[in-house]
Nanobody, 126 residues
Framework: QEQLVESGGGLVHSGGSLRLSCAASGRSFRAYAMAWFRQAPGKEREFVAAITWSSVISTYYGDSVKTRFTISEDGAKNTVYLRMDRLQPEDTAVYYC??????????????????WGQGTQVTVSS
């Protein structure tokens, strides 16, 4: 059974950094894209970053994080990371990892993804 497990969330002061990890497991797990989304209380789920594998590896970022967050992957470990720098209180949310098995032109949309992790809380204090 395919499974995504996030880790690395926690409490950090404004301006600090965290690195989230998403470990994928499963007997036939081959993703076209993996992504991070986040959801704050009372808000819709927001696209954060994605990484896709086709002929080249490509990365995509939401506008609010593109200069501060970095998505990367370790294929040998089936793990995707989200490095978050210069964190701000508005980054506080539950962060979810997602995996999409098929090609999609809309990697920033939740509908492109087939599997989701349970989420990890990130809290940034001012």
């Amino acid at each position: 059974q395919e499974q995504l497990v996030e880790s690395g969330g926690g409490l950090v002061h404004s301006g600090g950094s965290l690195r989230l990890s998403c470990a994928a497991s499963g007997r036939s797990f081959r993703a076209y894209a993996m992504a991070w989304f986040r959801q704050a209380p009372g808000k819709e789920r927001e696209f954060v970053a994605a990484i896709t594998w086709s002929s080249v590896i490509s990365t995509y970022y939401g506008d609010s994080v593109k200069t501060r967050f970095t998505i990367s992957e370790d294929g040998a470990k089936n793990t995707v990371y989200l490095r978050m720098d210069r964190l701000q209180p508005e980054d506080t949310a539950v962060y979810y990892c997602a995996a999409g098995l098929e090609f999609s032109r809309s990697v920033s949309s939740p509908v492109a993804y087939d599997y989701w992790g349970q989420g990890t809380q990130v809290t940034v204090s001012s």
